[in-house]
């Protein structure tokens, strides 16, 4: 039974929230707008001192734990990073400010794994994969995208449909494995440890050469279903035991991952529903316990929302910043201020034409390729999808722009159906091809034009550099430029 | 199709660039969404208290230790931390911590009876009750993906019928695999009536055919499940908004939109929360899955950040399992009893 402890709410203490001067809301900004702050005043040191680290560590820790990294995890991070930090020599290019978000971001990738981790080979055939995790985690969807993964590359898996709990759990798999071109296994009137043996004959008998095994959700905590478990995982021998993570998960992540690994021997973690804005601390602090590396991660509901896992996007993704510090060095490097901020004005009046449109397209062929630029703006990934960005694509956008004459470039309204199969033989594609161009050109400027009226330009695309303001002087002291105060009369 | 994506992708590049010339501050919409009324007492404790046991143990612990020690640096930092091993959130943690010290309690007994105070100071003063308004009464069961929506319903459907009204069920997740068999497994064990459509259909034109054979029929009550989606996605906030809008047209009324978090959710719970109150306009959160380790503390970010009460809570996957939100008895629980 409930025991109150002799508490009974007044009215006079039921008014305390509504009570004015409560404090507002904390609205994270990236860390390194916040360090910024707090290294207002060491700009140019040689050395950070442990004043400087501690202070700085403050901040971080605040971060981390609004990106739900587990407390105690939280904790022991700090002591590594303040080991490292204490007396680092700040690189001459960085403020101390930057100097610590490079340390602490470097440490996130090293928590994190550093290397993307393959799944491991089959010790005798048919590889074996097992799902596990709390319930509605993602467990069934994610076999499914492992499941389509697997296939497109070749192997032949199977599904088995071992969730004999959640209501519809085998009509779920069943849908998904059509969907995949996968055969599913299943059989409603047995317990979940036969089913899978049963499951890894068939494979044999049916040339399956991948056995994927969907469990049902439970809680780490519910001794019954744990045991369960722990007998499906013997019955399957499995090659790989993969945790399913909830990328929205808090503070519960440590205890969740711990429950697992005692009971099933975890060999990897995915986390799911990456495509939301979750910040994902989950994945620092179920790394963290396990010692299990992250394979994989969720970034949609259908069949093609599974990435492997990067450890640096996700690392700038906790932090709140892109892989911001990377690409104001890249952009330092490769940018020619003038034109970019002649460019940034267009852009807000715009006034932006393929011409400028092939000036920044070759600056930010100069900065790297694009998968790997897109990877540093927050959000970027999942704003646009499944749809990954190719190079090769690029080009042909280039060669088109290049097939136009300048007034063309200037004005695409000139382009006529003539023109248009022109542009379309002198650059070695279709017309249709000229047309997507020129329909997402507009498509892009009324982005533009979202984005000068203060809104983000793609759905949960946040951009950088609108939060780090404060520390705009000493990051990018060659670029910060006369159209701030511009744009700050146009509001 | 690749175009589009170089295209947005070239300019997302630039703009982000741009965005380092121009450093601009965007200001924080707070959406206050409070709405204070007067408190309705709340029934069935003993329950909620035993579905929380696991989070009373964990807090406990970290409590029973610091309630014994001094009033020093290292007891208000223990004190912010058992809080945000809670999922209360740094802003709650800390301005709960700060308002309890402001107090100056001389103990740690009275800074124990302190900090109840300041949490349940949180969740007083709002109504809890179910809205069963309308002819038929409608309740949408929103929120993300895999948060306990449909299995929320089956429970509640079920009290409903315990107390004489049997619900007509809208399965208007035509999205997800298998999501409609889902609840008709649940309708057909609690013997109600369910109204479905075409997988890949629209969940607005569902939902409408559902209140319109409630009316037909007599029935009392409509409960609508749909698909989960993550409330960053703008194109699934707006396919939600229009299934609220139709379920208010000629005439009907959306009683209470119910949006279930997972008591295992961190701080993006607030996201959820303010994202959805937007686009339709939560009336009441459902809180599961407490039966596991989670405490479930993202509920004192939510109330004391928009105000939305928490009605009910989720402690296991049965149809019994469903409880009204007790604030005494969570926040008991949370700091782990005495
Ligand atoms: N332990 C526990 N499990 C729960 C609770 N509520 C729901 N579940 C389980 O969580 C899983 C997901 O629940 P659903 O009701 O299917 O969730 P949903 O929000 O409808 O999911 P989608 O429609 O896929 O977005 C199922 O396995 C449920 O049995 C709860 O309070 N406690
Ligand atoms: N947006 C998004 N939704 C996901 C992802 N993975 C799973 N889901 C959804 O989460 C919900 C629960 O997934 P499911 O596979 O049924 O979880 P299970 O209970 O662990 O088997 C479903 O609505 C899925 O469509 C993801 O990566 N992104
Ligand atoms: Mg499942
Ligand atoms: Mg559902």
């Known amino acids: 039974m409930r025991s109150r402890g002799g508490y009974s709410p007044s009215r006079a203490e039921r008014g305390l929230i509504a009570a004015p001067g409560y404090p507002a809301p904390v609205v994270f900004e990236s860390l390194t707008s916040r360090l910024g702050a707090v290294f207002e005043r060491l700009r140019g040191r040689g050395r950070l001192s442990e004043a400087d680290v501690e202070a700085a560590l403050r901040e971080v820790r605040l971060a981390l734990l609004e990106a739900d990294v587990n407390v105690g995890v939280t904790r022991s991070f700090l002591e590594r990073v303040r080991a490292r930090a204490v007396g680092a020599e700040v690189a001459g290019s960085l403020t101390p400010g930057q100097q610590v978000v490079k340390i602490v971001h470097d440490e996130l990738v090293t928590t994190l794994g550093r290397e993307t981790a393959p799944l491991a080979p089959a010790r005798v055939l048919p590889q074996r994969i097992l799902m596990v995790g709390l319930q509605g985690s993602g467990k069934t969807t994610t076999a499914a995208k492992l499941a389509w993964r697997l296939k497109s590359a070749g192997k ?47 494979a044999g008998e049916l040339g399956c050469d991948v056995v994927i095994v969907d469990t049902a959700g439970r809680l780490q905590i519910d001794e019954v279903l744990m045991a369960e478990l722990a007998a499906v995982r013997r019955a399957v021998e499995p090659d790989e035991v993969l945790l399913v993570v909830d990328a929205m998960t808090g503070q519960d992540a440590v205890n969740v991952a711990r429950g697992f690994l005692e009971r099933t021997d975890l060999t990897g973690l995915i986390f799911s529903k990456l495509d939301g804005d979750a910040r994902g601390g989950a994945a620092i602090s179920a790394r963290e316990v396990t010692g299990r590396p992250i394979k994989f991660v969720g970034v949609g509901e259908g069949l093609d929302g599974l990435e492997v896992f ?11 910043m892109g892989d911001v510090l990377t690409l104001i060095e890249k952009a330092e490097a490769a940018w020619d201020r003038e034109q970019a901020e002649a460019a940034a004005e267009k852009m807000l009046r715009a006034a932006f034409t393929f011409e400028d449109f092939l000036d920044q397209l070759q600056q930010v062929r100069r900065m790297g390729s694009l998968g790997q630029l897109l990877g540093m703006l927050p959000g970027a990934a999942s704003a646009l999808g499944t749809a990954e960005p190719s ?14 004459t300048p007034s063309e470039r200037r004005a695409p309204k000139l382009i006529d159906g003539s023109r248009r199969r022109r542009i379309a033989a002198g650059s070695g594609t279709s017309p249709q091809q000229v047309n997507e161009l020129l329909r997402q050109f507009g498509e892009s400027q009324r982005m533009m034009k979202a984005f000068a009226e203060g809104r983000s330009p793609l759905p949960g695309l946040a951009l950088p550099g609108r939060r780090a303001q404060k520390m705009t002087p000493k990051v990018t002291p060659r670029v910060a430029s006369k159209a701030a105060p511009k744009v700050k009369k146009k509001r | 199709m690749l175009l589009v994506v170089l295209i947005v992708v070239a300019v997302a590049v630039a703009l982000a660039v741009a965005a380092f010339l121009l450093w601009r501050r965007r200001r924080p919409r707070v959406t206050d969404v409070r709405r204070d009324a007067p408190t309705v007492p709340a029934a069935a404790a ?42 209360v959130g740094v802003a709650a943690a800390v301005g709960i911590v700060e308002r309890v010290r402001a107090a100056g309690p001389p103990d740690a007994a009275a800074a124990r009876a302190a900090l109840r105070r300041e949490l349940a100071g949180v969740f007083a003063g709002r109504d809890r009750s179910l809205a069963l308004r309308g002819e038929p009464a409608v309740i949408v069961v929103v929120g993300v993906n895999g948060s306990g929506k449909t299995t929320t319903i089956a429970k509640l459907a079920a009290q409903l019928q315990q107390r004489g009204l049997p619900a007509l069920l809208a399965a ?63 194109n ?42 937007a686009a339709v306009g939560v009336t009441g959160i459902v809180l599961t899955k407490l039966d596991g380790t989670a405490r479930g503390g993202i509920a004192v970010a939510v109330e004391r950040e928009l105000g939305i009460p928490v009605k009910l809570v989720g402690v296991g996957e049965r149809v019994e399992d469903l409880l009204p939100f007790d604030p005494e008895a969570f926040v008991d629980a949370l700091l782990g009893g005495s």
């Open chain 2, 46 to 87: 003993g329950g909620l208290a035993s579905g929380l046991a696991p989070t009373r143990r964990a807090l406990g612990e970290r409590l029973a230790g610091l309630f014994g020690g001094r009033l020093d640096a290292a007891f208000w930092t223990g004190l912010e931390e058992a809080l945000l091993a809670a999922d």
């Open chain 1, 310 to 320: 990067h450890p640096e996007r996700m690392a700038s993704r906790l932090l709140g």
């Open chain 1, 156 to 202: 032949h898996p199977l599904l088995v449909a071992a969730d004999l709990q959640r209501p519809a759990a085998v009509d779920q798999l069943e849908a998904l494995g059509a969907r995949a071109g996968v055969p599913v296994h299943a059989d409603r009137a047995t317990t979940p440890p036969r089913l899978a043996k049963a499951a890894v004959k068939r």
């Open chain 2, 172 to 234: 208007a997740d035509t999205f997800r695999a298998a999501a409609t068999e889902q609840l008709g497994v649940w309708a057909g064990r609690l013997g109600l009536e369910m109204v479905a459509g075409q997988q890949g259909g629209d969940p607005a034109a569902v939902a409408f055919d559902a209140l319109q054979r409630a009316r037909a029929r007599g029935k009392e009550v409509v409960v609508v499940d749909t698909a989960g989606r993550l409330h960053s996605k703008r």
């Open chain 1, 391 to 404: 190079d090769e694509a690029l080009s042909r956008a280039e060669a088109i722009i290049r097939s136009m």
């Open chain 2, 236 to 277: 699934l906030m707006e396919e939600l908004g229009k299934v609220v809008r139709v379920l208010g047209r000629d005439g009907g009324e959306v009683g209470e939109v119910l949006l279930v978090l997972d008591g295992t959710t961190g701080q993006n719970g607030i996201a959820q929360a303010r994202a959805f109150t």
